[in-house]
C-alpha cells in the first residue's frame, strides 16, 4: 500500500528524532499527488516553541512549498494521532485525510498526556486553569464588521 511508504517514513524519521535527543519522539509527512510536498519534526524544546508539534511544522513546510495557505488534495501522515492544537491546524489548513500510528493513549503512556487539556475544555471560562476574560468585544468586532464590507479581501 503506497500509504504506508509515508507512514514509515514518518515513523523512521520520529526514531532518529527521538535518537538526537530532539526531544518527542514525532514527526509529520504530508503526500500531494504521491509525493512529499511537507516535512515536520517535533521542535519545541528545540526551538523553545511550544507550537512547533511535528504537524503544525509539516504544515508550515508544505504550504510554504505549495504557494498556498491551504492543503488541498494532500494526505498527512502522523506518527501519532494530533493532539488538540495540531488537530485544529490540521482543519485549518483542510488535507483531504489523517493518517496517524500511535494513538493518544500511546502517547500518555510515555508522558505525552494531553488528557489535561481535555478536561480544561469542558471547564466554563472562568473556572479553567488559565482564567479568560473578554475586553473591548464592540471595538474589535468593528474591525470584523470592515472585513464583512471589504471588497478584496482574500476569502478561507
Same mark, same amino acid.
Given at each position: 500500500m503506497a500509504g504506508e511508504k509515508?507512514? /514509515?517514513e514518518a515513523i523512521a524519521l520520529s526514531l532518529e528524532n527521538m535518537e538526537k535527543n530532539a526531544w518527542g519522539p514525532f514527526w509529520c509527512v504530508i503526500v500531494k499527488d504521491g509525493k512529499i510536498v511537507g516535512r515536520? @519534526?517535533?521542535q519545541?524544546?528545540?526551538t523553545n516553541d511550544p507550537t512547533a508539534h511535528a504537524e503544525v511544522v509539516a504544515? @508550515?513546510?508544505a504550504c510554504k512549498n505549495l504557494n498556498s495557505?491551504? &492543503?488541498d488534495d494532500c494526505e498527512l501522515y502522523t506518527s501519532?494521532?494530533?493532539c488538540l492544537m495540531c488537530l485544529g491546524a490540521i482543519y485549518r489548513a483542510r488535507p483531504k485525510k489523517i493518517y496517524y500510528a500511535n494513538t493518544s493513549k500511546d502517547a500518555a503512556d510515555i508522558w505525552f498526556d /494531553?488528557?489535561?487539556i481535555y478536561k480544561e &475544555? /469542558?471547564?466554563k471560562l472562568a473556572d479553567r486553569k488559565i482564567p479568560m476574560e473578554q475586553l473591548l468585544r464592540n471595538e474589535a468586532n468593528a474591525v470584523f464588521q470592515k472585513r464583512v464590507e471589504k471588497q478584496d479581501k482574500i476569502q478561507y
Amino acid at each position: 500500500m503506497a500509504g504506508e511508504k509515508f507512514m /514509515d517514513e514518518a515513523i523512521a524519521l520520529s526514531l532518529e528524532n527521538m535518537e538526537k535527543n530532539a526531544w518527542g519522539p514525532f514527526w509529520c509527512v504530508i503526500v500531494k499527488d504521491g509525493k512529499i510536498v511537507g516535512r515536520g @519534526r517535533n521542535q519545541v524544546t528545540s526551538t523553545n516553541d511550544p507550537t512547533a508539534h511535528a504537524e503544525v511544522v509539516a504544515i @508550515r513546510d508544505a504550504c510554504k512549498n505549495l504557494n498556498s495557505f491551504q &492543503l488541498d488534495d494532500c494526505e498527512l501522515y502522523t506518527s501519532c494521532e494530533p493532539c488538540l492544537m495540531c488537530l485544529g491546524a490540521i482543519y485549518r489548513a483542510r488535507p483531504k485525510k489523517i493518517y496517524y500510528a500511535n494513538t493518544s493513549k500511546d502517547a500518555a503512556d510515555i508522558w505525552f498526556d /494531553d488528557a489535561f487539556i481535555y478536561k480544561e &475544555l /469542558d471547564k466554563k471560562l472562568a473556572d479553567r486553569k488559565i482564567p479568560m476574560e473578554q475586553l473591548l468585544r464592540n471595538e474589535a468586532n468593528a474591525v470584523f464588521q470592515k472585513r464583512v464590507e471589504k471588497q478584496d479581501k482574500i476569502q478561507y
